[in-house]
């Protein structure tokens, strides 16, 4: 799946955003040459725990391939992984550097770098069968599921329910420190997913999100998986 994924070319607008992006560079990068495809997931393919955060970052991860990789969101996120033991390092600059997460994936509803951060509505559809396939394949391990920022959210939801979850009605409300609990539709291992401020600089930078307060959160989802 993390090779396929890396081959799709479904939505035009981004397709054209991420080559755009590679082309024209940003000046502290312009010796790069850039991944400009879409980022797979990143983390073991029997992880316990789903961080699910909203689509790479022009010349974060589109640049360096690998996701919250090279950009500030990134700086937070791996910093706190590793305080918790969750992750091999604490920081994630370059792909290929080594760093190793330990029962954790970290997973995008939309693939491939959006103008502005803002995919469309069609586009976050069209990229939904990838992260179903993704949670159906991580169904025999998952446990808990984080979803960072209301983008996310909404974006799980349905992709949950095509991996064989229940989806309560009405539907849960995004919140920070939202927490739902889904049935397995065969009568399974339901899962938690926990709602949670994305990382960006957006939420960083008013203090909405900040480090303890990402850190409580995760260690919570973390101890519902299992970890
Ligand atoms: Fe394909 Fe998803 Fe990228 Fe669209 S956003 S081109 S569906 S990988």
Same mark, same amino acid.
């Given at each position: 799946?993390?090779?396929?994924?890396?081959?799709?070319?479904?939505?035009?607008?981004?397709?054209?955003?991420?080559?755009?992006?590679?082309?024209?560079?940003?000046?502290?990068?312009? =010796?790069?040459?850039?991944?400009?495809?879409?980022?797979?997931?990143?983390?073991?393919?029997?992880?316990?725990?789903?961080?699910?955060? +909203?689509?790479?970052? %022009?010349?974060?991860?589109?640049?360096?391939?690998?996701?919250?990789?090279? =950009?500030?969101?990134?700086?937070?996120?791996?910093? $706190?992984?590793?305080?918790?033991?969750?992750?091999?390092?604490?920081?994630?600059?370059?792909?290929?550097?080594? +760093?190793?997460?330990?029962?954790?994936?970290?997973?995008?509803?939309?693939?491939?770098?959006?103008?502005?951060?803002?995919?469309?509505t069609e586009e976050r559809?069209?990229?939904?069968?990838?992260?179903?396939?993704?949670?159906?394949?991580?169904?025999?391990?998952?446990?808990?599921?984080?979803?960072l920022g209301g983008f996310?959210?909404? !974006?799980?939801?349905? !992709?949950?329910?095509?991996?064989?979850?229940?989806? @309560?009605?009405?539907?849960?409300?995004?919140?920070?420190?939202?927490?739902?609990?889904? @049935? %397995?539709?065969?009568?399974? $291992?339901?899962?938690?997913?926990?709602?949670?401020?994305?990382?960006? @600089?957006?939420?960083?930078?008013?203090?909405?999100?900040?480090?303890?307060?990402?850190?409580?959160? +995760?260690?919570?989802?973390?101890?519902?998986?299992?970890?």
């Amino acid at each position: 799946l993390d090779r396929e994924v890396t081959e799709c070319r479904a939505c035009p607008r981004l397709v054209a955003w991420r080559e755009e992006a590679a082309r024209v560079k940003r000046r502290a990068y312009r =010796d790069w040459d850039y991944w400009a495809r879409p980022i797979p997931g990143f983390g073991p393919p029997d992880a316990a725990l789903l961080l699910v955060g +909203l689509a790479p970052a %022009a010349h974060g991860a589109n640049r360096t391939g690998r996701i919250f990789t090279g =950009d500030p969101s990134g700086d937070l996120l791996y910093a $706190t992984l590793y305080e918790l033991g969750l992750a091999s390092r604490p920081t994630s600059v370059v792909h290929g550097d080594g +760093l190793e997460l330990y029962g954790v994936r970290i997973t995008d509803p939309v693939r491939c770098a959006p103008p502005d951060n803002k995919p469309s509505t069609e586009e976050r559809d069209t990229c939904r069968p990838w992260i179903a396939r993704e949670l159906t394949f991580l169904r025999p391990t998952v446990r808990t599921v984080v979803a960072l920022g209301g983008f996310a959210w909404q !974006a799980v939801l349905p !992709a949950l329910a095509a991996a064989g979850w229940e989806l @309560p009605r009405p539907r849960p409300a995004f919140g920070h420190g939202a927490r739902v609990t889904l @049935p %397995a539709t065969d009568g399974g $291992t339901p899962l938690e997913l926990f709602g949670c401020y994305h990382v960006s @600089p957006r939420n960083t930078h008013t203090g909405r999100l900040t480090t303890p307060i990402l850190r409580d959160l +995760l260690a919570e989802a973390a101890r519902s998986a299992g970890l």
